[in-house]
């Protein structure tokens, strides 16, 4: 079974910093795109950042600069390095795994809450 687990949210004050972090078990990995997802109360989903299979990054505009995202492909696992959190990063972060090539291969974990006061 496919699994994602999130880990990392928390409370923090506007300015601060977070690490999320997702584990994957149950497939191999390193050929997936990865990315990171949030989603606030009352909006839609929003891409955050993405990882390729080969490691090239990419981010939304208004994340750049804040929030650097990396893989660590020996252990399955993709963290987000979140820095100058400010209070509209407040939402619901989603772990994603998307296969290249198989669309149907579109894995979600469960989210963690994160909590930027102003």
């Known amino acids: 079974q496919v699994q994602l687990v999130e880990s990392g949210g928390g409370l923090v004050q506007a300015g601060g910093s977070l690490r999320l972090s997702c584990a994957a078990s149950g497939t191999i990995f390193s050929a997936y795109a990865m990315g990171w997802y949030r989603q606030a109360p009352g909006k839609q989903r929003e891409l955050v950042a993405v990882?390729?299979?080969?490691?090239?990054?990419g981010y939304a505009d208004s994340v750049k600069g804040r929030f650097t995202m990396s893989r660590d492909y020996a252990k399955n696992t993709i963290d987000l390095q979140m820095n100058s959190l400010k209070p509209e990063d407040t939402a619901v972060y989603y772990c994603?795994?998307?296969?290249?090539?198989?669309?149907?291969?579109?894995?979600w974990g469960q989210g963690t809450q994160v909590t930027v006061s102003s």
């Open positions: 994603n795994a998307q296969h290249p090539v198989y669309g149907s291969r579109n894995y």
């Open positions: 990882i390729s299979s080969d490691g090239r990054t």
